[in-house]
């Protein structure tokens, strides 16, 4: 069993960044690859960045390339998320999530076995 704590969303303006923190429990956290997701109001959940379990491969969806930075500390069992140039497009709720196949790429959630409760990411104008 996993369970996955978001924090480090918030508003901020355009052009500016945040670094978005899922601390995980669980001792086999480390064995699991980690994705981060985005919902905004009336539209589905949407694939934003993806990490192996060693951390030596990443994917990002193409709205955020360039931009945003996954990352993980199996020590600490953390993954990271920085956002940088932000835009107001990017305002959502931002999901962690983990899947067993450690190193199996995956962009739906319904691959992913655990999520954590969200953290809201309010970019201005």
């Known amino acids: 069993q996993v369970q996955l704590v978001e924090s480090g969303g918030g508003l901020v303006q355009a052009g500016g960044s945040l670094r978005l923190s899922c601390a995980a429990s669980?001792?086999?956290?480390?064995?699991?690859?980690t994705g981060w997701f985005r919902q905004a109001p009336g539209k589905e959940r949407e694939f934003v960045a993806f990490i192996t379990w060693s951390g030596g491969r990443t994917y990002y969806a193409d709205s955020v390339k360039g931009r945003f930075t996954i990352s993980r500390d199996n020590a600490k069992n953390t993954v990271y998320l920085r956002m940088d140039s932000l835009k107001p497009e990017d305002t959502a709720i931002y999901y962690c999530?983990?899947?067993?196949?450690?190193?199996?790429?995956?962009?739906?959630?319904?691959?992913?076995?655990?999520w954590g409760q969200g953290t809201q990411v309010t970019v201005s104008s």
């Open positions: 669980g001792r086999t956290f480390s064995s699991y690859a």
């Open positions: 999530s983990a899947k067993r196949g450690g190193s199996d790429y995956a962009t739906k959630p319904y691959e992913y076995d655990y």
